[in-house]
């Protein structure tokens, strides 16, 4: 099963940084989750929230922000606070993380409330500059996106995330339709919608099941005992150990 670590290694180090990746890299994991959007001057930077606030010292969104004022903002952690790795990184600094590891990276688009204009172009030019097209899966609430994708790069694996709302306004039926239609290689529900029918029906049709954000050992063993066939967590060690030992 392929564990992810979701946001890095984020239940014990802060989210999207380059200081939780680097904690994730020795964990035994098939890969880390990211997620992508894009400053007022074109940077694609990872960073979860639409708005600054969370997690750093800095106000506003990240699309009317400049890459050089979001590298300015600390984390609201005083002891990490001007710490070099635990700044906003960029995906390209991501990427030259992993191209040398074994770990496959799951980017995000946040692209489903915020619209970044050509975002999928941007992230797959980059992803062929680096060579790591078969060391990506991009994934967003956004089924236009992943057909984009698809018709720019028929090379790069794709993903639908299905949260409870996208679960309640659309039958399974149709989600997996969506799947067919924007040639997903992944489904990617939430722990809160997954089943038995879900996991039998998205196997029949050839999709691989990764479900978010599974940081329950009790929610773990369901899902093994569903035959998913990956998950995201914020605790990668705790339940890569649990699944393999």
Do not use: W
């Given at each position: 099963?392929?564990?992810?670590?979701?946001?890095?290694?984020?239940?014990?180090?802060?989210?999207?940084?380059?200081y939780?990746?680097?904690?994730?890299?020795?964990l035994?994991i098939?890969?880390?989750?990211?997620?992508?959007?894009?400053?007022?001057?074109?940077?694609?930077?990872?960073?979860?929230?639409?708005?600054?606030?969370?997690?750093?010292?800095?106000?506003?969104?990240?699309?009317?922000?400049?890459f050089?004022?979001?590298?300015?903002?600390?984390?609201?952690?005083?002891?990490?606070?001007?710490?070099?790795?635990?700044?906003?990184p960029?995906?390209?600094?991501?990427?030259?993380?992993?191209?040398?590891?074994?770990?496959?990276?799951?980017?995000?688009?946040?692209?489903?409330?915020?619209?970044?204009?050509?975002?999928?172009?941007?992230i797959?030019d980059?992803?062929?500059?680096?060579?790591?097209?078969?060391?990506v899966?991009?994934?967003?609430?956004?089924?236009?996106?992943?057909?984009?994708i698809?018709?720019?790069?028929?090379?790069?694996?794709?993903?639908?995330?299905?949260?409870?709302?996208?679960?309640?306004?659309?039958n399974?039926?149709?989600?997996?339709?969506?799947?067919?239609?924007?040639?997903?290689?992944?489904?990617?529900?939430?722990?809160?919608?997954v089943?038995?029918?879900?996991?039998?029906?998205?196997?029949?049709?050839?999709?691989?099941?990764?479900?978010?954000?599974?940081?329950?050992?009790?929610?773990?063993?369901?899902?093994?005992?569903?035959?998913?066939?990956?998950?995201?967590?914020?605790?990668?060690?705790?339940?890569n150990?649990?699944?393999?030992?």
């Amino acid at each position: 099963m392929n564990i992810y670590a979701h946001r890095g290694n984020s239940g014990f180090f802060p989210e999207n940084t380059m200081y939780a990746f680097k904690k994730s890299l020795d964990l035994g994991i098939y890969g880390i989750e990211i997620d992508v959007q894009k400053t007022k001057d074109g940077i694609l930077v990872v960073h979860h929230d639409e708005t600054l606030g969370r997690m750093f010292d800095g106000k506003g969104s990240i699309k009317k922000s400049t890459f050089e004022q979001l590298r300015e903002l600390n984390l609201k952690d005083e002891e990490l606070k001007n710490k070099a790795d635990c700044k906003i990184p960029t995906l390209e600094e991501v990427l030259e993380f992993i191209k040398d590891t074994d770990l496959t990276l799951n980017i995000e688009i946040k692209n489903n409330k915020v619209r970044y204009k050509n975002i999928e172009k941007d992230i797959l030019d980059i992803v062929k500059q680096y060579e790591m097209e078969d060391k990506v899966v991009i994934s967003s609430f956004n089924y236009k996106s992943l057909k984009r994708i698809s018709k720019l790069n028929s090379k790069v694996k794709t993903a639908y995330l299905v949260g409870p709302l996208t679960f309640k306004r659309r039958n399974l039926k149709k989600i997996l339709k969506i799947c067919k239609d924007c040639k997903c290689t992944y489904i990617h529900p939430s722990c809160d919608v997954v089943n038995k029918e879900f996991v039998a029906e998205a196997h029949k049709r050839g999709l691989l099941v990764q479900v978010y954000t599974v940081n329950s050992v009790t929610i773990m063993k369901k899902l093994i005992k569903l035959k998913v066939d990956g998950v995201f967590t914020n605790y990668p060690k705790i339940i890569n150990t649990l699944v393999n030992g």
